[in-house]
């Protein structure tokens, strides 16, 4: 499908996404016919080489697609963008015998494309034994573990401890631990797993950081590029949800009986229109720094490191922007805001949770200052 076809049908299928964000809540996880909607879309292989059946989307069209699903609802838009980068991830990385494995031979899911849950972060530890590698360890936020059929995650190499290998194994070979009790993204299904002496064949395996071994342009991006396109735009679509959810709330809201609506009122009049003008900005400066990086990455030649470091900076700019708006308007909604009835107070947990992501970490800021005080940048114009 097309990425305006993709955006089509989720507008289409509105109402059950929307539906599925309150039991996603209760269950803390995604209920399994949003699961089966979100599968018979194909939005879990939106970053899977198409000689795998995947639908390879350009950077800004998988970021429409992730922000139009968080607009509706944050939890299935959580699920897709890390389901989408587990199996990018493999399909993109792993050697020939282990994609074949994930994808369509011995193993896979009854002849459908995968479902991956896990980090890439070396959370395990393993020694090499003939033919691959016996793992143990224990990896947290392993988003949508509870509906996948396949773990992802890393160790460090024995021979090298600085170099990262990452390995795909069936979710059988896990003890799966419930963990997930959070004030936030509670409808993520964020649970842990954990490897005891599991053994893991070296052709599902990869070094973590090397070149793809297939998939194209998408996948000849510098890794951490393959997955800033991810939160940024989740935050961007909750945000826009926050303040179109606020502006409803404000027709309804006095401060006092018979006083003037919230609607009717200068200063929310005012921090609403602020509001709009940071999410739209946010969202500009992360769209055009991606932009240039999937430039750069079409021209064959190495993506030049200050793109890099525009775009974490960018993606920890919008990230904290939006969640930052979503605070402000929050004050707004008064003591109904606080209901568990609400839509503010989730939207306000989530955005908060969100910013906690790994990729999102403040310390991209400073590599950012670095590059600009080494390059005299910022006494350039602006191009």
Known sequence: MTAGKLLAAIREHRAEFAAAGTQAEE??????ATVSLLR???????????????????????????EELAFIDVSSAWATMIGNGCAGMAGGWLPDEGARRVFG?????????????????????ARPVPGGY??????????????????????????????????????????????????????TGSLDFRF???????????????????????????????VDNEVPPLTVGLARRAISDMAVL??????????????????????????????????????????AAWAATLTGAEVPARLLTDVTAASVYTVETCADVVADLFRYGGGRALSLSSPLQRHLRDALAARQHVSVSEEHYEAAGRELLQSRKVTEPVQ
């Open 27 to 32: 269950m803390r996880t995604l209920p399994p």
């Open 40 to 66: 018979s879309l194909g939005l879990f292989w939106l970053k899977t080489p198409a000689e795998f059946g995947g639908t390879p989307l350009t950077p800004l069209e998988f970021s429409d697609v992730i």
């Open 105 to 125: 031979g011995a193993g896979s899911e009854a002849g459908c494309l995968p479902l991956i849950a896990g980090q890439p972060q070396p959370r395990g530890v």
């Open 134 to 187: 016996v793992i143990s360890g224990r990896w947290s936020f392993s988003s949508g573990i509870v509906h996948a059929g396949w773990v992802i995650g890393g160790f460090s190499a024995p021979d090298d401890p600085a170099v990262v290998r990452v390995f795909v194994a069936p979710k059988d070979d896990a003890e799966v631990i419930d963990t997930w009790h959070v004030a936030g993204l509670q409808g």
């Open 196 to 226: 005891a002496e599991v053994f893991v064949p070296a052709s599902m395996t990869y070094v973590r950081g090397g070149p793809a071994r297939r998939g194209g342009a998408l996948f000849n991006q510098p890794g951490h590029l393959f």
């Open 250 to 291: 404000a027709e309804q809201t006095t401060r006092f009986p018979g006083g003037a609506t919230l609607r009717e009122r200068g200063a929310f009049q005012k921090e609403l229109g602020r509001a709009w003008a940071r999410v739209r900005a946010a969202r500009a400066v992360h769209r055009e720094t991606i932009a």
